[in-house]
């Protein structure tokens, strides 16, 4: 059964950068995308960006040409590093993997950016 373990966030100003990391465990073979999701406080969870199996990446509007989601295969985790941070990014970022149709969620890690 597939395992994700969140890190990285954190309180960083406006205008900085950040890297959260998503360790997999548990059955890494057969999945097919790896994303990262967002849930601010009131507001319903939100994609953020995914890296699919072929490598090919998608990002939502607000964070395309600041964030960037990568993985490292050999260290069985996924990354996104997030630059020029603004306030409306404050949330709790969660991990996800999707293999054969299943979604699997990791525990949220906080990112608050303050102006």
């Known amino acids: 059964q597939v395992q994700l373990a969140e890190s990285g966030g954190g309180l960083v100003q406006a205008g900085g950068s950040l890297r959260l990391s998503c360790v997999v465990s548990?059955?890494?073979?057969?999945?097919?995308?790896m994303s990262w999701y967002r849930q601010a406080p009131g507001k319903q969870r939100e994609l953020v960006a995914t890296?699919?199996?072929?490598?090919?990446?998608n990002y939502a509007d607000s964070v395309k040409g600041r964030f960037t989601i990568s993985r490292d295969n050999a260290k069985s985790t996924v990354y996104l590093q997030m630059s020029s941070l603004k306030p409306e990014d404050t949330a709790v970022y969660y991990c996800?993997?999707?293999?054969?149709?299943?979604?699997?969620w990791g525990q949220g890690t906080q990112v608050t950016v303050s102006s």
């Open positions: 890296i699919i199996s072929g490598g090919t990446t």
């Open positions: 548990g059955g890494v073979s057969g999945i097919n995308a």
């Open positions: 996800n993997a999707r293999k054969f149709g299943l979604a699997t």
